[in-house]
C-alpha cells in the first residue's frame, strides 16, 4: 500500500512544484494575482520566481518599448486654417501593477492612448499658426524694393529655432502629465508628427506662394550673378587694356629706335656719297607722288624733276 501511494505523492509534489515556480525573461515584467486580484509588488526582475500553486495566478506583460499609430486627422489651426496630422508614439509599461488595474491588457491601453494622445495633439495644433506647423525651420522672409512694388525673398540664414520641435516637446510634456493624472503605469517616450499634409482648399495657393517665393530667391541670385559677371569683364577689360598699352608702348620704342638707327645709316650714306644719296631720295618721292594717274605742272627748271631732265 506505501508503495502505491508513494509514486502519487512524487507526482503531485512535482505537479506543485511545477505550478508554484515560473520565470521571467529580460523583457518581460509580471504582476501575480489571487483569485482575479493583484497581490504583492510589480515583479520587474528577471528570474526565477515562486507563486503559491493553483490559488495565484501569473500575468505578464511586455517589457520593451511599444509602437502606438494614431489616425490621420484634420485639424484646424489657430489661423483658420486646416492640416492633416498623422501623429504616432513611442511608450512602455513603467508599472505593471498600475497598468493592470488602469488597462487590464495593451489593447485597452492603446484604446485610451488613442484618446489622450490625439486630444492634446488636436489642441497643440489649434493653438499654433499653420507655418509653425509645416515648416521644421522658422525662416523669417525679407524684403526689398524693385521700383514700387515690394517683393518678399526667404531670408536662408536665420537664428530662430525651430518651431515644430517646440510643438512636440509641448505634446510630449502634456501626455505625461495627463497619464500621470490617470495613473495609469505608462511612461510615453516620444511623440512625433509622422506626416503634414496641406488641405486641398489651400494647397494649390501655398504651392503657388512657394513656387513664387523660389522665383524671387533665383531672381536674387541671378541679378547677384550678373553684377559679378559684370564686375569680373570690368577687371577683363582693364587689364586688356593695360596689355595693349604697354604692347603700344614697346612697339612705338621699338619703332622709334628703327627709325633712329634708319635716319642714322641716311645720315652715313650722306656724308659718304651725298649725289648718290639724293638721288635714291628722288627715286623714292617719284615712286611715291606718280602714278599713272598723276598729274603734275611744273617748271622745266623745278629740282623735283632735275632728274628726269
Do not use: H
Amino acid at each position: 500500500m506505501k508503495k502505491t501511494f508513494l509514486p502519487s505523492f512524487l507526482a503531485a509534489g512535482l505537479i506543485i512544484l511545477f505550478n508554484s515556480i515560473f520565470i521571467l525573461r529580460e523583457d518581460e515584467q509580471a504582476i501575480v494575482t489571487q483569485f482575479g486580484k493583484p497581490v504583492g509588488d510589480s515583479i520587474t526582475d528577471a528570474g526565477l520566481k515562486f507563486k503559491i500553486p493553483l490559488i495565484q495566478k501569473v500575468i505578464k506583460f511586455d517589457k520593451r518599448v511599444l509602437e502606438w499609430d494614431g489616425a490621420a486627422n484634420e485639424i484646424p489651426t489657430k489661423d483658420d486654417k486646416y492640416v492633416f496630422i498623422d501623429a504616432f508614439a513611442r511608450w512602455r509599461i513603467s508599472d505593471p501593477l498600475k497598468f493592470y488595474k488602469a488597462a487590464r491588457n495593451e489593447r485597452t491601453a492603446q484604446s485610451r492612448l488613442d484618446d489622450v494622445i490625439d486630444g492634446i495633439v488636436r489642441d497643440e495644433i489649434s493653438n499654433r499658426e499653420m507655418v509653425e506647423i509645416i515648416r521644421s525651420t522658422n525662416r523669417i522672409m525679407e524684403t526689398y524694393d524693385e521700383g514700387d512694388k515690394q517683393q518678399s525673398v526667404a531670408n536662408q540664414e536665420t537664428n530662430l529655432e525651430g518651431a515644430r520641435l517646440n510643438i512636440l516637446s509641448d505634446i510630449v510634456t502634456n501626455v505625461a502629465t495627463r497619464l500621470e493624472d490617470l495613473d495609469m503605469g505608462i511612461l510615453v517616450v516620444d511623440v512625433q508628427l509622422k506626416r503634414i499634409d496641406y488641405n486641398s482648399q489651400v494647397q494649390s495657393k501655398l504651392f503657388n506662394r512657394m513656387i513664387s517665393e523660389q522665383n524671387m530667391i533665383a531672381e536674387k541670385y541671378r541679378a547677384q550673378g550678373e553684377g559679378k559677371k559684370q564686375e569680373i569683364l570690368g577687371i577683363q577689360i582693364q587689364k586688356e587694356k593695360e596689355i595693349l598699352s604697354e604692347a603700344y608702348k614697346k612697339s612705338q620704342k621699338i619703332r622709334g629706335e628703327a627709325d633712329a638707327k634708319a635716319i642714322k645709316i641716311y645720315a652715313d650714306s650722306y656724308n659718304q656719297n651725298p649725289k648718290l644719296y639724293e638721288f635714291i631720295r628722288s627715286l623714292d618721292a617719284y615712286e611715291k607722288v606718280l602714278d599713272s594717274s598723276t598729274k603734275l605742272i611744273l617748271s622745266t627748271d623745278s629740282e623735283f624733276l632735275k632728274y628726269l631732265k
